[in-house]
Nanobody, 124 residues
């Protein structure tokens, strides 16, 4: 079993920054691609960012490009999401997810393990 625990969410003013962390259990973390997703109240969960097993390849949703940065530290079994220039529309619960199969996908159904989520609220 793989357990993922997000942290770092909170309340921030528009234009501010937050760094989310996702701590993973298990000895095979370094072989997993990792993704960040988010879900706002009343809306479906959407893709935010993805990073491959080594950290050498990243991919972002269009609305996050230039503002968000995904990174990982395999020695610490942790993936990060640095969020800058935050907007009120970024308000959502942010989820960390692991992709254990060797596929390059940003589709929610292709991720196998999920954390409990961490709330990010951006005020105007």
């Amino acid at each position: 079993q793989v357990q993922l625990v997000e942290s770092g969410g909170g309340l921030v003013q528009a234009g501010g920054s937050l760094r989310l962390s996702c701590a993973a259990s298990g000895r095979t973390f370094s072989s997993y691609a990792m993704g960040w997703f988010r879900q706002a109240p009343g809306k479906e969960r959407e893709f935010v960012a993805r990073i491959n097993w080594s950290g050498g390849s990243t991919y972002y949703a269009d609305s996050m490009k230039g503002r968000f940065t995904i990174s990982r530290d395999n020695a610490k079994n942790t993936v990060y999401l640095q969020m800058n220039s935050l907007k009120p529309d970024d308000t959502a619960v942010y989820y960390c997810a692991a992709q254990t199969r060797m596929v390059t996908s940003i589709i929610q159904a292709d991720y196998d393990y999920w954390g409990q989520g961490t709330q990010v609220t951006v005020s105007s």
